[in-house]
Nanobody, 119 residues
Framework: VQLQASGGGLVQPGESLQLSCTAS????????MGWYRQAPGKQRELVAR???????AYADSAKGRFTISRDNPKNTVYLQMNNLRPEDTAVYYC??????????????WGQGTLVTVSS
C-alpha cells in the first residue's frame, strides 16, 4: 500500500491550494483518512480527518478555512485550503487507516508535500 500526495507549492497570503492524496495497492477498505502537517522545528500536528462516511474533524487553526473531503471509489482524500497564512507553511502529510486484502489493518503515511505561504 502506498499513499501519494500532491498539490503543494508556493502561494501568497490569502490565496488557496488544494492537496490530493491517493492510496494504491491491494486495498480492501479504508477507514479514516486525514491530513497532518509539520512546520520547521515543530511536531507533526493534525490538520483535519474524515471518516469513510464523511464525518469530519478539524484543528482549530483550520476551521473555517480548510475543507477535507474524500472520494471513496478513488481512495483519494483532498484538502482545500483557502485564505492561507504564513503560519500554514509546513510539510503536509496524508494518512490513511487501511485494511489490506492481505495483512493487518495499519496506518499509512504519504511522502509529504511542501506548502509555503509567503509574500
Amino acid at each position: 500500500v502506498q499513499l501519494q500526495a500532491s498539490g503543494g507549492g508556493l502561494v501568497q497570503p490569502g490565496e488557496s491550494l488544494q492537496l490530493s492524496c491517493t492510496a494504491s495497492g491491494r486495498i480492501f477498505n479504508i477507514n479514516d483518512m486525514g491530513w497532518y502537517r509539520q512546520a520547521p522545528g515543530k511536531q507533526r500536528e493534525l490538520v483535519a480527518r474524515i471518516t469513510r462516511g464523511g464525518g469530519t474533524a478539524y484543528a482549530d487553526s483550520a476551521k473555517g478555512r480548510f475543507t477535507i473531503s474524500r472520494d471513496n471509489p478513488k481512495n483519494t482524500v483532498y484538502l482545500q485550503m483557502n485564505n492561507l497564512r504564513p503560519e500554514d507553511t509546513a510539510v503536509y502529510y496524508c494518512n490513511a487507516d487501511v485494511i489490506p486484502y492481505a495483512g493487518q489493518r495499519s496506518a499509512y503515511w504519504g511522502q509529504g508535500t511542501l506548502v509555503t505561504v509567503s509574500s
